[in-house]
Structure formats: C-alpha cells, structure tokens
C-alpha cells in the first residue's frame, strides 16, 4: 500500500516558470489537501478537496491552482513561480472531512525559486 | 475561530529522560487535538487524538497527552526518550464546524546520547 505519493521529490525553478506538483493516493480517500511548510510557521493550507470535482481555498492559495478530476490524484499548480513561493510542499489525505484531523501525508516536495 | 500555540521552539533532552511538549489551543467549540510528528525529510505522522472521548490519550511509541479543558492545554509527554525521539512536533486543533486544521509552529526535539 503507497499511502500518499508526491512528485517530484526537489525542483528548483527561475522566477515565472511553472510547474505542477503531482499528488497521488491509493486508499480511496475523500478529502486532499495541499500544505506548505515554512520555518516557525508550522503548516499552513493552500488549497483542499472534499471530492472530484470539487475544490476550494485555503489559508494562503494566492499563486496556486488545484484541479480534481479524479478520487486519486490533486495536483497542484504554480502558475508564475515567485521567490516566496520557496517551501516544502505537502500534500495530505484523509478517509473523512479533515475535522477527523487524521491526515496522511506524503514526504513532500522541496522547491526552490531563484 | 481556532489556533494553537507551542510554547517551546526547541526541547532538548537526555536519553532515558522525560519529555514534555507544550501545547496551548483557543477555539470557540470543543476541540478535536492531534499531536503529528515529523522525521527528518519525511512527512507527517498521527501521535495520537483526542475527540471528546478520554481526556489522557495514548498514542504511538510510547507518548500520551491529556486534555484539560480548564487551561486550554493538550501537552504531550513520554516517560524515557529514545534518540529515535528526535524529530519535529506538531500540535493541531480542528473545530467540528470547519475542517481546515490549524497548525502550531511545531516543537524541535533532541535527544542527547
């Protein structure tokens, strides 16, 4: 059983590039969900899903889009990479609505933009 | 509204000794609480969650939490670190009426041989 799997693993990209982070989750869960860590700040959502098809915003999802087309995958998209756009990306799923607070989490994704 | 703050940025510890991580939340609604923790280049993992049930939880590896309602806390607590203890905590709070989860800044953990 994969769990959650994130790809890539590292990416470095220049100012206004774009790329898209791939999430896939093999447990047939409900609710994805895209979170970014910084330093003394914890994680903080971008953006989250309760279904196919349907999407929504989180805390910080200025420069970022989301798309879920099906159960299994959520990428998430950088439309115009930007230096504060430098984290560590995770993304997370749960069987239920993230009131539950269970989430699984991938290993993440390491960008850096110059 | 909810949030969480950790009171320690950073715990050091010898092994064998107890560790204990802070935790204070705020939330208008009876809170769910986890505590996540997070290895070196790895993602997060559930410690352990408190819903409403009992308020001394028991988690994985050993830690506990409890839940004091009257002083807004969740601390979590291991008897005798092991040096597989070094890691990064996370205390989370979810409202039942909202499941965005809000994160503390999260506590670093080292274990001294």
């Known amino acids: 059983n994969a769990g959650v799997t994130q790809t890539p693993k590292f990416q470095v990209l220049k100012t206004g590039q774009s790329m898209t982070l791939q999430c896939a989750q093999d447990?047939?869960?409900?609710?994805m969900s895209w979170y970014r860590q910084d330093p003394g700040m914890g994680l903080r959502l971008i953006h989250y899903s309760v279904g196919a098809g349907i999407t929504d915003q989180g805390e910080v999802p200025n420069g970022y889009n989301v798309s879920r087309s099906t159960t299994e995958d959520f990428p998430l998209r950088l439309l115009s990479a930007a230096p504060s756009q430098t984290s560590v990306y995770f993304c997370?799923?749960?069987?239920?609505?993230?009131?539950?607070?269970?989430?699984?989490f991938g290993e993440g994704s390491r960008l850096t933009v110059l | 509204a909810q949030s969480v703050t950790q009171l320690d940025s950073h715990v050091s510890v010898s092994e064998g000794t107890p560790v204990l991580l802070r935790c204070n939340y705020s939330s208008s609604y009876s809170p769910s609480l986890f505590w996540y923790v997070q290895h070196p280049n790895k993602g997060l993992q559930l410690l352990l969650k408190?819903?409403?049930?009992?308020?001394l939880v028991k988690g994985i590896n050993g830690f506990e939490a409890e839940f004091k309602k009257s002083e807004t806390s969740f601390h979590l607590t291991k008897p005798s670190a092991h040096m597989s203890d070094a890691a990064e905590y996370f205390c989370?709070?979810?409202?039942?009426?909202?499941?965005?989860?809000?994160f503390g800044a999260g506590t670093t953990v080292t274990v001294r041989a």
């Open positions: 989370v709070v979810s409202d039942p009426s909202d499941y965005k989860l809000s």
């Open positions: 408190y819903t409403s049930a009992a308020t």
């Open positions: 447990m047939n869960h409900e609710y």
């Open positions: 997370a799923s749960s069987y239920a609505r993230g009131n539950t607070g269970e989430l699984f």
